[in-house]
């Protein structure tokens, strides 16, 4: 939250009650932006897709860079 006030993130809090009304309500916030001229991304929950996949992967690869570079154990 910290990082969020930095960068003055707007957080939205929705009622969905499931998956599906879920995706609806990111959807129309992603149309809304685009009416404001903004380029969202919507990002699955979980960031379950090819980009979230290889986020993960940057992340331990940079890990891994920082514990040799330490010379430490996970």
């Known amino acids: 939250?910290?990082?969020n006030d930095i960068l003055d993130v707007e957080i939205?809090?929705?009622?969905?009650?499931?998956?599906?009304?879920m995706n609806k309500e990111l959807e129309m916030v992603a149309i809304e932006l685009k009416e404001k001229g903004k380029n969202p991304y919507v990002i699955p929950v979980g960031g379950s897709n090819g980009l979230?996949?290889?986020g993960y992967?940057?992340?331990y690869?940079?890990?891994?860079?920082?514990r040799r570079e330490k010379e430490s154990r996970f």
């Open 1 to 3: 939250m910290f990082i």
């Open 12 to 21: 939205r809090y929705i009622d969905a009650k499931n998956q599906k009304e």
């Open 52 to 54: 979230g996949s290889m």
């Open 57 to 59: 992967l940057d992340a």
């Open 61 to 66: 690869q940079e890990l891994e860079v920082q």
